[in-house]
């Protein structure tokens, strides 16, 4: 189920799975995962390999391997994910028009249906429906149906197609100005709606999140213990430089004991880091267990991460014994959206 409601008069959308929180939807400040903005390429910065670009409001944006950009040229960027403090807003000029059934892929044509959606009537189907739909679009518009379609009645389809490409043809036309937001990001309950797809119920009463049982686990999100299975344990505490995670077996004296609680760890690792909102480098030291089994840990936590919807590297274990990896801050965290 989706909970929706509001914390310090701000929106907050939570996704239920069984009784436990899943995924977690915050309304933040400033230009947000998502928004579309015009800017105003600045210096180059030859040592990280990318351009500074300026944006509305003072903001300061920072492009990755940009190509045939010069100085003072107006471009139209898309925001990836939240910066730190005091650090530029990390962008693309990759541009996305996602709504709850479609995405418009500029620069990326084709017609593309999810690939969850494996009944071949259905595809052809829905194929047909994007083509009619993007029939005159210019070439260099694609599309990507998403899974949610394979439920969705056609004329809604059809709709949210258009929709999705006068926004895009009229965004794309808007390169004159000064640096301007275009479109902002999705609040956190137009997120849930577009991104969570179909569920059994959605409750937006006052009460939601208390009802849900999702106000707890977000308060106890702002703690560093992690319970697990079988009384173990891990802390999860971010530092400046990195996230350092510590996973204690707990009572348990067992021979088992390290690589079970270091296999547990690893399934709930990606969950736990996503409802923080906490990326960048991620320094594991599992519960001591035999080199023998580290394959085992090192198996989960790539099954583990592959299921998760954020951009994860993991980078293997080190001469201590730690595991690192590093994930992409695609939202902002709990402790900055609480303070």
Not at 201 to 214: K, R, Y
Not at 284 to 302: G, T
Request: charged share 25%; proline share 6%; glycine share 10%.
């Amino acid at each position: 189920m989706i909970a929706l409601g509001h914390i310090a008069g701000r929106e907050v959308a939570a996704l239920m799975v069984d009784g436990r929180l899943q995924d977690l939807a915050l309304d933040g400040d400033g230009f947000g995962p998502g928004a579309i903005l015009r800017g105003v390429v600045g210096r180059p910065v030859k040592g990280l390999g990318g351009v500074f670009v300026d944006l509305p409001d003072g903001e300061t944006g920072f492009l990755r391997a940009p190509k045939g950009l010069a100085p003072g040229q107006r471009i139209l960027v898309q925001v990836t994910g939240v910066a730190e403090p005091g650090k530029a807003l990390p962008l693309t000029q990759r541009l996305l028009f996602k709504s709850r059934y479609a995405i418009v892929t500029p620069e990326a044509p084709g017609l593309n249906v999810s690939r969850s959606i494996r009944d071949e009537g259905v595809r052809d189907a829905l194929t047909t429906l994007a083509g009619t739909a993007m029939d005159g679009a210019d070439p260099a518009l694609g599309l990507i149906l998403r899974s949610v379609c394979d439920a969705a009645d056609e004329a809604g389809i059809a709709d949210d197609i258009a929709q999705m490409r006068t926004l895009a043809e009229a965004v794309l036309a808007d390169l004159d100005g000064p640096p301007e937001l275009l479109l902002d990001a999705p609040g956190a309950h137009e997120l849930a709606w577009r991104d969570w797809g179909d569920v059994d119920e959605v409750d937006d009463s006052p009460d939601a999140l208390e009802l849900s049982g999702a106000l707890d686990q977000i308060e106890a999100l702002r703690h560093p213990l992690v319970s697990l299975d079988a009384g173990a344990s891990m802390m999860i505490e971010p530092t400046r430089a990195l996230i350092a995670v510590d996973v204690n077996t707990g009572a348990d004296t067992s021979p088992a004991a390290g690589l079970k609680a270091s296999i547990a760890a690893a399934r709930d690792l990606p969950r736990q880091l996503r409802l923080r909102g906490l990326g960048g480098m991620v320094l594991v030291d599992f519960a001591p267990c035999p080199k023998r089994d580290r394959h085992v840990v090192e198996q989960v936590l790539n099954k583990a991460f592959r299921a998760d919807a954020g951009e994860a590297s993991l980078a293997g274990w080190t001469p201590l014994g730690n595991f690192e990896l590093t994930r992409r801050r695609d939202r902002v965290t709990l402790a900055e959206w609480f303070a």
